[in-house]
């Protein structure tokens, strides 16, 4: 039996919503296509925690950065 309060599900919502949160989901993805494309080259599946340093190592601090000049010059 799960017991669902007003404390609970609100902030489960407003942690969705939460600028962290996004920028969390959207590393993540990044970090799921880079472990598919190295998976592909590689011809067997590297796993999560090796595509995952791979990423911080090789992408991170550039898409980082252009994230953030998305973020502050966003298209108009």
Known sequence: MSIMTTETTG???MMK???????FQAERE???????????????????????????????SKWRKARQSATANPAS
């Open 30 to 60: 990044e970090i799921l296509k880079h472990k598919w494309i190295e998976s592909e080259k590689a011809g067997h599946d590297i796993g999560f925690e090796r595509a995952l340093t791979d990423w911080i190592i090789k992408h991170r």
């Open 11 to 13: 902030g489960t919502g």
């Open 17 to 23: 919503n939460s600028t962290l949160y996004r920028e």
